[in-house]
Nanobody, 116 residues
Framework: QVQLVESGGGLVQAGGSLTLSCAVS????????MGWYRQAPGKQRDLLAS???????EYVDSVKGRFTISRDNSKNTLYLQMNSLKPEDTAVYYC??????????WGQGTQVTVSS
């Protein structure tokens, strides 16, 4: 059974930083491409950063240069370092495989709120 547990969110002022973590279990982490997704109020959940099993990374333009995705395969953990946060980064952040495991696989996510 796939389990994805996100943590590290919180309330931060614009320009601040946060580091999110995602502990995974129930599948072989190091042979799967992983990603961070986010869902802002009233919007769909979108992929914003991904890391292949070999560590290659990709980002959407809106976070490029500010966010860094990384993974520790020895700990089955995915990370997202977020710097220079903006109010428009406010959302619930989730991790999942890329492509995701399906609707029932999503964890509770972690709320990130950026105040102006």
């Amino acid at each position: 059974q796939v389990q994805l547990v996100e943590s590290g969110g919180g309330l931060v002022q614009a320009g601040g930083s946060l580091t999110l973590s995602c502990a995974v279990s129930g599948f072989i982490f190091d042979i799967n491409n992983m990603g961070w997704y986010r869902q802002a109020p009233g919007k769909q959940r979108d992929l914003l950063a991904s890391a292949t099993m070999r560590g290659s990374t990709e980002y959407v333009d809106s976070v490029k240069g500010r966010f860094t995705i990384s993974r520790d395969n020895s700990k089955n953990t995915l990370y997202l370092q977020m710097n220079s946060l903006k109010p428009e980064d406010t959302a619930v952040y989730y991790c999942n495989r890329v492509p995701d495991f399906g609707e029932s696989s999503w964890g509770q996510g972690t709320q990130v709120t950026v105040s102006s």
